[in-house]
């Protein structure tokens, strides 16, 4: 059998009030978060948590994802990572590289695969992910409750199996926080050229962007990117 879950992260600033979440349905989802962390560290818990959580399943994972950054990291730059002592091509420490060794060793033996899908477009599963990850943000903010939510009970109408107990998750960030530049995407792959690309707004427009990427909890670059 195959679960299918949708995970995603949420940062009110990015840094600031992050949430996860992780969602298979209204009965099995998980969420969680920090008073400060990144869109990305927020992104990363949600995936690790649900292979924590499927790990006593022998079900395949069928990940939606919105964050290509998380999938490019899990799924092309951490074998080379690894090789470099957890560094990147420049000799620089890899970013968030305490959530993606924890991932790492989640990963192993698992069978599952990533599937990129476009955030904010209405994708049932990934809003309802989104929506709960960015109600965790929220709460941090205020200083509310934070809603957890029941965990893995059934592992979806699919599977219909009882499931183990969820694991205690991380609740604070453990990783040095910092505010990427406007064009700076975090973990660019060394290895691959990139290129530089200057975008020219009208202010009509950069307002229009800053307020898209603010609902959207990411920075303006990264919403950008997303469109690409």
Partial sequence: MTI?????????????????AWYVDDDNWAAGGWKHATNNQGELMAVLDLLLA?????????????????????????????????RKGDG????NVELLKRIDEAVVGRRYRFEWVKGHVGHVLNEAADSRARAVAEAFQRGTTVPE???????????????????????????????????????????????SVTVVL???????????????????????RGRI
């Fill in 92 to 95: 620089k420490p890899v970013m």
């Fill in 202 to 224: 009208t202010e009509a427009q950069h307002e229009r962007l800053v307020d898209r990427a603010r609902r959207a909890s990411v920075t303006p670059a990264e919403y950008l």
């Fill in 149 to 195: 939510g029941p965990g893995l009970t059934t592992a979806g109408s699919a599977s219909g199996v009882s499931a183990a107990p969820r694991r205690d998750v991380v609740s604070d960030a453990r990783e040095p926080v910092s505010t990427p530049s406007l064009f700076s995407f975090d973990e660019e792959p060394d290895d691959e050229p990139t290129r």
């Fill in 4 to 20: 299918t879950a949708a995970a995603d992260g949420s940062a009110l600033g990015n840094p600031g009030p992050a949430g996860w």
């Fill in 54 to 86: 499927t790990a006593h399943l022998d079900d395949d994972l069928h990940i939606l994802c919105d964050s290509q950054y998380v999938i490019n990291c899990i799924t092309k730059w951490m074998p080379g990572w690894k090789k470099k002592g957890w």
